[in-house]
């Protein structure tokens, strides 16, 4: 499946399961709004860097109706050669930390975590940022960087 596909399907299940709640995140009364992005200038063209390595990860929380999608994303170039995660969605790119009627309806796609690495479902007590590290960490491991 690709990431294209991955990400309608869970769009999908998500905007069906808002028709009937408003709500989709954990039980919180901490709802915290974000600040909007603003770019200073246009991005300007470089060299590729291709003379030497380096690895890049990224993660992000997207709150969608008060469920919190947290997004990996990996980068490396070691001497030209390029390493991209996710390419597919043979690995876990998702986590989501959302209500048990959420989570019950998305815990098969393969491509997203209901659970920490212990197999615990994220709760409202569980940080963001802890979420957040094992979803990078998880791409670092897949990535197959030597």
Same mark, same amino acid.
């Given at each position: ?51 030497? /390595?380096?690895?890049? !990860? ?14 990996? #994303? *990996?980068? =490396? ?17 998702i986590a989501i930390k959302a209500s048990e009627d ?5 815990q098969n796609l393969g491509f997203i975590k209901v659970?920490?690495?212990? /197999?615990?479902?994220? !709760? ?14 998880? #791409? *670092?491991? =897949?990535?197959?960087?030597?």
């Open positions: 499946m690709g990431i294209e596909d991955a990400l309608r399907d869970l769009i999908l299940i998500l905007s069906k399961l808002s028709k009937d709640k408003k709500f989709l995140g954990v039980k919180t009364s901490n709802i915290e709004e974000s600040n909007p992005v603003f770019f200073e200038e246009n991005f300007t063209p470089c060299d590729p860097l291709s003379d030497f /390595g380096y690895l890049d !990860s990224s993660s992000r929380v997207i709150s969608i109706r008060g469920a919190n999608l947290y997004f990996a #994303s *990996l980068y =490396a170039n070691d001497s030209g050669s390029h390493i991209m995660v996710p390419l597919n969605t043979s690995v876990p790119f959420v989570t019950s309806a998305i659970q920490n690495p212990n /197999g615990e479902p994220y !709760s409202l007590d569980y940080k963001d940022d802890n979420i957040l590290d094992e979803m990078r960490m998880r #791409s *670092l491991s =897949a990535s197959s960087i030597p």
